[in-house]
């Protein structure tokens, strides 16, 4: 199973250790891959937009013609997709900012750097519908300011910040900088059509000051 996570910019490392390790301790038949050209997307079976500044994606998407390739694939194939921040950002129906245009994968309206600037990062223990306690990293963290259609499955303080819609989901925070594999499981578990995660705690990989 390939999993494309696009690749120009953010945390793609991370995302791609996320699925590796999981391929490794679960023995799940999986290829990560890092997307930097429209031909890397051939064949995909899930799609990942990760954390990172979002202008600058959206900016390296476009220029390699990726931007309308993933639109396609999720809208019109109905690839299962994760945008994790910027990458969130970048799926929305509207991102209330001129420089970076959503994909409209999910329709959700957002609000850039909505928590402030970089130092008003947090770490915060939310609930998910159906995964439980969890220890989530905000980097100068979006706001969903309207789930639309979505099904919010976290909130902080009255703000969404884990979406899904079918077989696209959307976060405000960074799994990717955790050990816990459970959203990244929950992801393939989209991907090959089914549901349930292990559960348990784990350290975060970062330091938010
Ligand atoms: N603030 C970033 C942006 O607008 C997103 C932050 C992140 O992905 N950590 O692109």
Known sequence: M???VIGFQGDVEEHLDMFTKISRE??????????RRKEDLKD???IVIPGGESTTIYKLTKEYE???????LVLENDVPFMGTCAGLILSSADTSDDRVIGMGLLDVKINRNAYGRQ??????DIDIDGLG???????RAPIIKDPGSCRVMA???GNPVMVRSG?????TFHPELTHDLRIHEYFLNIVEGGGSVSSGSYEIKVGVS
Do not use: C, H, M
């Open 2 to 4: 390939k999993i494309g």
């Open 26 to 35: 679960q023995n799940r038949e999986l290829s990560p891959i890092s997307v």
């Open 44 to 46: 995909v079976s899930g």
């Open 66 to 72: 990726i931007y309308d390739e993933v639109k396609r």
């Open 119 to 124: 130092a008003q990062s947090f770490i915060k």
């Open 133 to 139: 306690k969890y220890t989530a990293v905000f980097i």
């Open 155 to 157: 909130y902080d303080r």
């Open 167 to 171: 077989r696209r989901i959307g976060l």
